[in-house]
């Protein structure tokens, strides 16, 4: 297949790069992927595919595409790429691949509730979460269409299916002359993730929409992460950058600061008289704050 392109049961990536990609730490090291091209023929299945077909992503400088999402950890920087710095079509291709069409998002700013395929009354329109999440993720790049973001750490509850992301991003006002409304900030997002058996189009077989792709099983149906739900948490202080960048999230450092200095005079003036009110006077217990 010179010059042509290899499509993995995991991955599609150009025959060129092959060698470049196989180290990466997103490609399961359970393949034995390497650059003599020894595979399992169980595991992986590889074809020459028109190079028409091949949509790229830029992921540090290299051009590619993951189809689904098996290893949640190692994929997700790619997920989050794809939906704050890349096209509108690659956001809208990113929440189809790996968000669940009743999605839920939960901001400091705004909110999706979760809910499926809903016809408006007396038309032909179809909505559901996920397409408002669009919306939201587009308004999100049309205000800065140029973000800088840096994921720093990443942890995966397979008991509990929950995603934690790390993030640090600066967001800029594009219409706000020399920058001067910029939120350099930093975050944690929850993803909630459900596994769910596929079609044969890699689509989750329990959230099938009227008729459309290849809803018949795979010979051997693998289960894929899809996101169901979104959370992301700020800090107040990164929150009020958002809003005030001119000064408030120093403000409210302050405010920090002169909290902790009332919780320190508190415990030290304040501890004897406390006991002495609950135990002499109300009769209550006080183990808990009582010198040890």
């Known amino acids: 297949m010179p010059g042509g392109i290899c499509e993995t049961n995991d991955i599609i990536i150009p025959k060129h790069l092959f060698k470049q990609l196989a180290p990466l730490n997103f490609i399961s090291s359970s393949l034995r992927l390497s650059a003599g091209q020894h595979f399992d023929p169980n595991i992986l299945n590889f074809r020459e595919v028109p190079a028409w077909q091949f949509h790229q992503r830029r992921i540090d400088n290299t051009s590619i595409r993951l189809l689904r999402m098996e290893f949640p950890e190692d994929q997700i920087s790619h997920v989050i790429r794809g939906l704050t710095q890349d096209s509108r079509q690659d ?26 395929n809903y016809t408006i009354p007396f038309t032909d329109w179809t909505i559901n979460s996920r397409q408002f999440v669009f919306f939201i993720y587009q308004w999100y790049r049309i205000l800065s269409p140029e973000i800088k973001l840096d994921i720093g750490s990443t942890c995966f509850d397979k008991k509990k299916n929950l995603l934690y992301v790390t993030l640090r991003q600066t967001f800029t006002l594009w219409f706000v002359p020399l920058s001067l409304w910029q939120a350099n900030v930093k975050l944690v997002t929850v993803l909630e993730l459900q596994r769910l058996p596929t079609d044969r189009e890699h689509r989750p077989l329990s959230h099938r929409q009227n008729g459309n792709g290849d809803l018949t099983l795979a010979p051997q149906p693998r289960q894929l992460y899809f996101i169901k739900g ?63």
């Open 230 to 292: 979104q959370q992301d948490h700020y800090q107040i202080e990164d929150f009020l950058k958002f809003i005030a960048p001119w000064g408030a999230s120093f403000l409210w450092v302050i405010w920090q600061l002169f909290a902790t200095l009332v919780c320190t005079l508190g415990v030290i003036f304040l501890r004897i008289p406390t006991i002495f009110v609950r135990e002499r006077i109300l009769k209550l217990d006080s183990e808990a704050i009582k010198k040890q």
């Open 91 to 116: 956001q809208f291709d990113t929440l189809e691949e790996y968000f669940l069409p009743d999605a839920y998002f939960v901001h400091p700013f705004c909110r999706v509730p979760s809910f499926n």
